[in-house]
């Protein structure tokens, strides 16, 4: 299967500053997502990306298929950014990665 | 609209008991998932169903079975729960290649 690689694997923040998250994968894609965990566990589609930029208020994220690789951008980082940031690929078997735990510090 | 509902939300079993997690969808969603999430290793595909009747093993089959029951249930069951079970299990459902929408998950602990 596709393997999905995701770093860093942790990321401390302080609130305001900004940060890029990176999701590499070993073949090519039609479907990838990002997802954020929140501390509860709720897992919440945050960009459907197979290719190209797409942007949901301060959160932004790039794909380059041609590349195997995709982008999360955070700017400004608030308290409520913390969590776990999962990239998921694949058209049938979504494969993820182990994900990237953002702590944004007041 | 309640999206991809998971029962039970906690259960803890001991080594040898059975059980099943249900899920359903109202999306009309084709594709169902299970997967489990254990600490650091993100999530791993258990089974999935690509259409109602069809069935298939994800990454981590052994010690599970899987139900599609019609096009919005899709059931996991543990027929002899081991330790090496205790997990977090996730239900998702997705319409065709696009947005894939998980339920809030069932902790699942076997002594």
């Known amino acids: 299967g596709i393997q999905v690689e995701q770093s860093p694997p942790d990321l401390i923040l302080q609130e305001g500053a900004n940060s890029t998250l990176r999701c590499n994968f070993s073949d090519s894609v039609n479907n990838l997502q990002w997802f954020h965990q929140n501390p509860w566990g709720q897992l919440i589609n945050l960009f459907y990306i197979p290719s190209g930029t797409k942007q949901n208020g301060r959160l932004s994220a790039t794909t380059v298929a041609t590349e195997r690789y995709s982008l999360l951008y955070i700017s400004s980082s608030q308290t409520t950014d913390s969590g776990v940031y999962f990239c998921a690929v694949d058209d049938y078997k979504l494969s993820f990665g182990a994900g990237t735990t953002v702590t944004v510090r007041a | 609209n309640a999206g991809v509902t998971q029962t039970p939300k906690f259960q803890v079993l001991k080594t040898g008991q059975s059980m099943t997690l249900q899920c359903a969808q109202d999306m009309n969603h084709n594709s169902m998932y299970w997967y489990r999430q254990d600490p650091g290793m993100g999530l791993r595909l258990i089974y999935y169903?690509?259409?109602?009747?069809?069935?298939d093993k994800g990454e981590v089959p052994n010690g599970y079975n899987v139900s599609r029951l019609n096009k919005r249930e899709f059931s996991l069951r543990l027929e002899s729960a081991a330790p090496s079970q205790t997990s977090v299990y996730f239900c998702a459902s997705l319409r065709g290649a696009n947005v894939l929408t998980f339920g809030a998950g069932s902790r699942l602990t076997v002594l």
């Open positions: 169903s690509a259409s109602e009747g069809t069935t």
